[in-house]
């Protein structure tokens, strides 16, 4: 079992940067592929940037250059550290933990509960 608990969002202005944080707790963090994602009212769960073993990272074409995710192993902590936010970022920012490298929400066994982000223009 994974616990993941995020933290970090906020209301903040186009332009400005914002780092979420996702503390895990329970099996072996550096083992697991860990991944954000976000969802807009009335839109489907989308993904974001995902991180796996060896520091290799993927993003989504719509945050690529402006997001990043790293990770603090030794605080079983993972960031996501967004810049030059836009509007149309705003959603809820969900951390995810999982087994395999994908970038389907529906394949990952671990949530957080989701922090709220929103930017104003």
């Known amino acids: 079992q994974v616990q993941l608990v995020e933290s970090g969002g906020g209301l903040v202005q186009a332009g400005d940067s914002l780092r979420l944080s996702c503390a895990a707790s329970?099996?072996?963090?550096?083992?697991?592929?860990m991944a954000w994602f976000r969802q807009a009212p009335g839109k489907e769960r989308e993904f974001v940037v995902i991180?796996?073993?060896?520091?290799?990272?993927l993003c989504a074409d719509s945050v690529k250059d402006r997001f990043t995710i790293s990770r603090a192993s030794a605080k079983n902590t993972v960031f996501l550290q967004m810049n030059s936010l836009k509007p149309e970022d705003t959603a809820v920012y969900y951390c995810?933990?999982?087994?395999?490298?994908?970038?389907?929400?529906?394949?990952?066994?671990?949530w957080g509960q989701g922090t709220q982000v929103t930017v104003s223009s």
């Open positions: 329970g099996r072996t963090f550096s083992t697991y592929v």
């Open positions: 991180s796996w073993n060896g520091g290799n990272t």
């Open positions: 995810a933990a999982g087994d395999v490298i994908v970038t389907n929400p529906y394949l990952y066994r671990y």
